[in-house]
T-cell receptor
Framework: GNSVTQMEGPVTLSEEAFLTINCTYT??????LFWYVQYPGEGLQLLLK?????DKGSNKGFEATYRKETTSFHLEKGSVQVSDSAVYFC????????????FGKGTSLLVTP | ETGVTQSPTHLIKTRGQQVTLRCSSQ?????VSWYQQALGQGPQFIFQ???????GRGNFPPRFSGLQFPNYSSELNVNALELDDSALYLC????????????FGSGTRLTVV
């Protein structure tokens, strides 16, 4: 079956540091890949997505590239801000699962001034 | 364009009771999914409706049931509540059955005592 594995958190960074959150996946089909962000006390917001191999999703300075050869979709940002503090979820969906989202456990990010 | 709205925002129920949670999908979206998010965990897929028909279900018992209405709004019903049902319940909607991602509501926080 499908599964998503994310790096364990929490991740603590100083403002303007470089961010990488690793995500690898297992899927039987050809999944779409997503990063969602959850701010404290809120629901999930779609951060970026990629629907086929070698696609790069980007939004608000965050980027992730769909790597089929390594089954990865790592999230990166060149310079984090305090406002980026949140929990980040990697997820996949594919036709076999009716496009239901399969989430990783989440990675908590804390950015300090 | 309105987003996904859920009601109520918070709810406290007693073990053994029944609860109904409601969701209004984003305008133009015909697919609605429900997820359960336990504290500190990633969301878990409960079920999905596409044009009023259930077209996917996760590993949840039958006491979790749902409906989608002609206007694509939805309900999640949980019977015989257990303490472990305490969680954040998220509704998400999508056009095109979710291939390009979902828009999430802010969730309903259910506490079972």
């Amino acid at each position: 079956g499908n599964s998503v594995t994310q790096m364990e958190g929490p991740v603590t960074l100083s403002e303007e540091a470089f961010l990488t959150i690793n995500c690898t996946y297992t899927a039987t089909g050809y999944p779409s890949l997503f990063w969602y962000v959850q701010y404290p006390g809120e629901g999930l917001q779609l951060l970026l997505k990629a629907t086929k191999a070698d696609d790069k999703g980007s939004n608000k300075g965050f980027e992730a590239t769909y790597r089929k050869e390594t089954t990865s979709f790592h999230l990166e940002k060149g310079s984090v801000q305090v406002s980026d503090s949140a929990v980040y979820f990697c997820a996949l969906s594919d036709l076999n699962s009716g496009y239901a989202l399969n989430f990783g456990k989440g990675t908590s990010l804390l950015v300090t001034p | 364009e309105t987003g996904v709205t859920q009601s109520p925002t918070h709810l406290i129920k007693t073990r053994g009771q029944q609860v109904t949670l409601r969701c209004s999908s984003q305008s133009g979206h015909n697919t609605v999914s429900w997820y359960q998010q336990a504290l500190g965990q990633g969301p878990q897929f409960i079920f999905q409706y596409y044009r009023e028909e259930e077209n996917g279900r996760g590993n949840f018992p039958p006491r979790f049931s749902g409906l989608q209405f002609p206007n694509y709004s939805s309900e999640l019903n949980v019977n015989a509540l257990e303490l472990d049902d305490s969680a954040l319940y998220l509704c998400a909607s999508s056009g095109g059955q979710g291939h390009y991602g979902y828009t999430f509501g802010s969730g309903t926080r259910l506490t079972v005592v």
